[in-house]
């Protein structure tokens, strides 16, 4: 059973440009959650997700970010017009049910604003 | 969801048990305490989680006081891949939003 799968695990854009991330949750999984790193820093949660509806996007910010789950495909985390301050590490993690926090982790995408 | 306290950082060596505290002062009845482990550039790894008294896997034991107002973390005979960061989570099963901390920044030197 293949675990969470981010990509890109790195992707670099030019302040102004879009950014797209992508998560395929674990097989089963229907719920899904994406969080921010800095670096030396914590997780800070972002949005979750289950399929086709946003439960709760109270850590993203209002502007630049959006976050779909559709019924098919894998999720996605969309940052437009980056700015230096969106480089980061961003994660996504699965869950079979409704919020447990036991979540599987996907490896992370590193975002870097140049 | 309750706020949680951990040591910023710790050391050990090889082949000693290692507890880690936290502090959730504010826990309520129905939050469950999770520990997940983090190494550099990878995302956390759920470790173990707990309600109370104490709770046992391959990998760690938590232990919880009949308060719940902290827990512990204890890792057996911690080897240099033991060197990550460890996160206590607080908050109930059912909820949907996962609030990490800090952590812990735990260093096993050989």
């Known amino acids: 059973n293949a675990g969470v799968m981010q990509n890109p695990r790195h992707l670099v854009r030019r302040r102004g440009q879009e950014a797209r991330l992508r998560c395929s949750p674990m097989?089963?999984?229907?719920?899904v959650y994406w969080y921010r790193q800095l670096p030396e820093e914590g997780l800070k949660f972002m949005v979750y997700?289950?399929?086709?509806?946003?439960?709760?996007e109270s850590g993203m910010p209002k502007e630049r970010f959006s976050a779909e789950f559709p019924k098919e495909g894998p999720s996605i985390l969309r940052i437009q017009q980056v700015v230096r301050g969106d480089s980061a590490a961003y994660f996504c993690?699965?869950?079979?049910?409704?919020?447990?926090?036991?979540?599987?982790f996907g490896p992370g995408t590193r975002l870097t604003v140049t | 969801l309750a706020k949680t306290t951990q040591p910023i950082s710790m050391d050990s060596y090889e082949g000693q048990e290692v507890n880690i505290t936290c502090s959730h002062n504010?826990?309520?009845?129905?939050?469950?305490i999770t520990w997940y482990q983090q190494f550099p550039s990878q995302g956390p790894r759920f470790i173990i989680q707990?309600?109370?008294t104490k709770v046992t896997n391959e990998v760690a034991s938590l232990f919880i006081p009949a308060d719940r107002k902290s827990s512990t973390l204890s890792l057996p005979r911690v080897s240099l891949s033991d060197t990550a960061v460890y996160y206590c989570?607080?908050?109930?099963?059912?909820?949907?939003?996962?609030?990490f901390g800090a952590g812990t920044r735990l260093f096993v030197k050989a």
């Open positions: 997700l289950q399929k086709e509806n946003i439960i709760d």
């Open positions: 989570l607080v908050g109930e099963t059912g909820g949907f939003k996962t609030i």
């Open positions: 097989k089963g999984h229907s719920h």
């Open positions: 504010n826990i309520a009845t129905n939050d469950y």
């Open positions: 707990g309600y109370k």
């Open positions: 993690a699965s869950s079979p049910s409704r919020a447990t926090y036991e979540q599987y």
